[in-house]
């Protein structure tokens, strides 16, 4: 393939999108620089105005292979994923069976072969996520596993963990927690508020989050166990983890979540679930905290907790519906969209957030549009649009806020080695 | 424009209850009558779907639509195939099969009610769903109160008891403060939540709502025995204690011609003491019998989207 990219802007993570061509030759990035040369037999591509980046990281995403094949395969999934400009993701291992072992990571990495992008897994800390033993972790680690967590639940014997982080760090492996106190989150369906008490629903106090936080990272602390804590929706939580790292010197990390950025337990309305996912949706005041976190360096990324559920799953009562929502689909348009097309922050942000620091975290090459680099790339169009209709979307579950709703910015072009992926 | 289902309080405005609390009236006028039963919804099925146990709301829903000449299904829970594993949404394809003009719904989980009404042409009556809303239960207890205050605004109401686990409590606070009651919750500190509401004063001890507040009804509820086990309180007889209306707390209430009233079931010894039963305000028996006119007025007013 000879592929010439003519007059786009070029994001990376330390600086702001500027004006570049982009040669593109057996996959690799052969030149990049303003007003090059048009190369002989190069099939040229319009791209001016357009960014032209790196392709997305999500290190936090729900394929339902195995056992949950009717919301999402792993093949669907990762189409969701190029759909959105994501060029790579990290599996969390609450399947069914868990992917607990050598013998289930190795089905999933199997089945993953299939995929035209990269699909890493992370393995469980302890045995089917039950909290009781802990599960095997040279076998996993053998079998490509950097990532251990019991996502869906905390672990909820401390000294469980504090034991699988002094054994785990050993083998290179790192930690990463859903944090949430089980007495205290109750039924996990919405924020503990005014609209929980509005709708008659049990709430899960933002406490059940900060506590549970705290146990982790402290064990993190005192183990020097790597921990990532994943998905943070409260600004006493996030704070914490910067004092842990900045004060403390502990290796620790936090992620934040679209979903977390934008919306409230207020978007909940008359009981819609696809406002429902665990951590669920908070405050106005929470958005702005979070999002400040973002800006200033408090989480190391941006992950979705793409979680697919069927129409007919989502379609029960509150209580009863699934927690979760769809988002590899979507994730980067609605960014831009609610941020950086109101100028609440840059692209080299979004590089630097949801495709260099996820893939640092995961040991990986960080994807670059530089010369001599391995093409991993996406074009997007910032005076485009995207409208999430059911047809649109490549995960095989729709259920998004987002549905049949139409954002600024579209993902025009994602280039993976030798292949173009996706043109619209 | 009539509606087609009836879920909540929140949703209607002042007219709309008034209307259905005039409309109520002349229904209770006919109990007094020898033949108790109007044609109006003579030849309509309303079909009675109850996931949680209940005597008095399902009974009482029966006769009134049966004082409305309609035909009355009562729907087996326990012992049909939502035991077997049925997802209510097919349940409900299940009965649209069947035709039934109104469904009396009944459910542990808030919002189930909102959710069946979206699938059904038919009118969905909320009879009580999770902690979220018991709209007739709201409609029959203003009913109640207004027998007693004609002019209602500005009169005062204090609900006692488990306010966070209460549709009751949410339901009936809502509808008075639309007609012009204030409002105040009083029980002990982990049952009156602080988010409830800026503008429904809390209180956590009796003496101080009752100086303060000057109730003209006191409003019981339930204490349910789940609760007595989770540790929200010490014990029932430390709440019977501080919150429940004991006989020195009812000689007060009595020299201050103070109302009471409870939705029901009611436990003795713990919200109240037995002498309550036989106070001459206290509208429990009243509250009973209005029931049944307001939900004939509710069944009465909605018009269903079956053919």
């Avoid at chain 2, 007060?252 to 436990?267: D, F, K, R, V």
């Amino acid at each position: 393939m000879n592929l010439f990219l003519k007059g786009g802007e070029v994001a990376s993570e330390n600086t702001a999108p500027a004006r570049a061509d982009v040669w593109i030759e057996n996959g690799r990035i052969k030149a990049v620089g303003a007003d090059l040369a048009e190369p002989e037999g190069a099939r040229v591509v319009d791209v001016s105005g357009k960014i032209v980046m790196p392709g997305m990281f999500d290190a936090h995403v729900h394929f339902r292979e195995p056992g949950g094949e009717h919301k999402e395969t792993i093949l669907d999934g990762s189409e969701a994923a190029i759909n959105g400009g994501i060029t790579g993701v990290v599996m969390m291992p609450n399947t069914s069976p868990s992917i607990d072992s050598a013998t289930v990571v190795k089905r999933v990495l199997d089945a993953a072969k299939e995929c035209r992008i990269p699909v890493l897994t992370s393995g469980c800390i302890t045995v089917g996520r039950k909290g009781h033993e802990m599960a095997g972790i040279d076998g996993m680690k053998k079998a490509g596993v950097l990532m251990l967590t019991d996502d869906g639940d905390a672990v909820p014997d401390a000294a469980l963990l504090k034991r699988a982080m002094e054994y785990g760090s050993e083998f290179g492996m790192f930690f990463a927690s859903h944090c949430e106190e089980p007495q205290l989150a109750g039924p996990r369906a919405l924020n503990e508020g005014a609209v929980s008490y509005r709708l008659g629903i049990e709430g899960t106090p933002a406490l059940a989050e900060e506590i549970s936080m705290s146990r982790d990272l402290a064990l993190a602390h005192a183990t020097g166990a790597t921990l990532h804590i994943q998905h943070v929706s409260t600004a006493i939580g996030m704070e914490q983890i910067k004092w842990w790292r900045d004060e403390r010197g502990a290796k620790v990390s936090g992620e934040v979540s679209p979903h977390h950025l934008m919306f409230t337990d207020e978007d909940i309305g008359d009981y819609d679930t696809h406002y429902k996912m665990n951590p669920p949706l908070r405050t106005a005041e929470a958005n702005v905290a979070l999002l400040e976190g973002l800006k200033n360096g408090a989480f190391r990324i941006i992950a979705t907790d793409h979680a697919p559920h069927t129409e007919f799953e989502k379609s029960r009562a509150f209580e009863d519906a699934p927690n979760g929502i769809s988002g590899l689909d979507t994730a980067l348009v609605s960014l831009f969209d609610r941020f950086i097309d109101k100028g609440e922050f840059g692209w080299d942000l979004i590089v630097k957030r949801y495709s260099a620091e996820p893939r640092r975290m995961m040991e990986l090459e960080v994807a670059e549009v530089a010369e001599g680099k391995i093409v991993d790339l996406i074009v997007f169009d910032p005076n485009g649009e995207t409208t999430f209709t059911k047809e649109f979307m490549k995960s095989k579950s729709s259920n998004t806020p987002f549905l049949n709703k139409t954002l600024k910015g579209s993902v025009e072009m994602v280039v993976l080695g030798d292949e173009v992926l996706l043109e619209r | 424009m009539a509606r087609k289902d009836f879920l909540d309080i929140v949703s209607l405005d002042r007219e709309e209850i008034i209307q259905l609390l005039d409309q109520a009236e002349p229904f209770k006028d006919l109990f007094t009558r020898s033949v108790k039963k109007v044609p109006a919804l003579k030849g309509k099925t309303v079909l009675m779907l109850f996931y949680e146990p209940s005597t008095r709301t399902l009974s009482s829903f029966e006769v009134a639509a049966k004082r409305l000449s309609a035909d009355v299904t009562t729907f087996d829970v326990p012992s049909s195939s939502v035991t077997k594993g049925e997802s209510v949404r097919d349940t409900i394809d299940t009965l649209q099969a069947m035709r039934a003009d109104y469904i009396v719904v009944r459910h542990g989980l808030s919002g189930q009610p909102a959710a069946i009404a979206r699938q059904t042409g038919a009118s969905v009556i909320n009879a009580g769903d999770g902690a979220h809303a018991h709209p007739t239960q709201a409609l029959l207890d203003a009913f109640t109160l207004r027998e007693k205050f004609p002019e209602m605004e500005g009169k005062r109401v204090l609900i006692t008891g488990d306010i966070l686990h209460s549709r009751v409590a949410r339901s009936t606070s809502t509808i008075l403060r639309k007609l012009g009651v204030k409002v105040a919750f009083l029980g002990p500190g982990s049952l009156v939540p602080k988010t409830a509401s800026p503008e429904i004063p809390r209180f956590t001890n009796y003496d101080q709502a009752i100086r303060e507040f000057g109730p003209d009804a006191v409003y019981l509820l339930r204490i349910q025995k789940e609760r007595m086990a989770a540790p929200f309180f010490p014990s029932d007889r430390e709440y019977h204690n501080l919150y429940g209306i004991t006989d020195e707390r009812l000689r007060q209430l009595a020299g201050q011609g103070t109302y009471i009233m409870h939705p029901g079931p009611i436990n003795r010894g713990v919200e109240l003491c037995d002498a309550v039963l036989d106070y001459d305000r206290c509208l429990i028996s009243q509250q009973v019998e209005n029931g049944i006119a307001a939900r004939m007025s509710v069944l009465y007013g909605l018009k269903p989207q079956t053919s």
